[in-house]
């Protein structure tokens, strides 16, 4: 493994822990459904980049569930971030027209 691998991993890591941190911290002063889903999207996002990480060191293959040749757990796990902020914007779009 070289330094730029090394800087790779550690950088993700770093800012994941940081970004789902503040969201755990925002999620305890907060009880808004929009803002409730962006931080459960925050931390799917990290469970993706720690998933993917341990691909990288050969823990999660992944090889039991399969689609085609994408594993099953990587397939959801890249998706349902994006899943969360869609879900998020939709309740902001929909408060913002209801009114």
């Given at each position: 493994?070289?330094?730029?691998?090394?800087?790779?991993?550690?950088?993700?890591?770093?800012?994941?822990?940081?970004?789902?941190?503040?969201?755990?911290?925002?999620?305890?002063?907060?009880?808004?459904?929009?803002?409730?889903?962006?931080?459960?999207?925050?931390?799917?996002?990290?469970?993706?980049?720690?998933?993917?990480?341990?691909?990288?060191?050969?823990?999660?293959?992944?090889?039991?569930l399969l689609?085609?040749?994408?594993?099953?757990?990587?397939?959801?796990?890249?998706?349902?971030?994006?899943?969360?902020?869609i879900a998020?914007?939709?309740?902001?779009?929909?408060?913002?027209?209801?009114?």
């Open positions: 493994m070289d330094i730029g691998e090394i800087l790779y991993i550690s950088s993700r890591l770093f800012l994941g822990s940081l970004a789902s941190f503040l969201a755990i911290m925002l999620w305890s002063k907060t009880r808004d459904v929009a803002w409730m889903l962006m931080v459960i999207g925050t931390i799917a996002a990290y469970a993706d980049i720690v998933y993917s990480i341990l691909g990288l060191f050969g823990i999660a293959t992944g090889t039991a689609v085609g040749s994408v594993p099953i757990p990587a397939l959801i796990l890249s998706n349902l971030p994006t899943g969360f902020f998020a914007f939709l309740v902001m779009v929909i408060r913002k027209f209801h009114r």
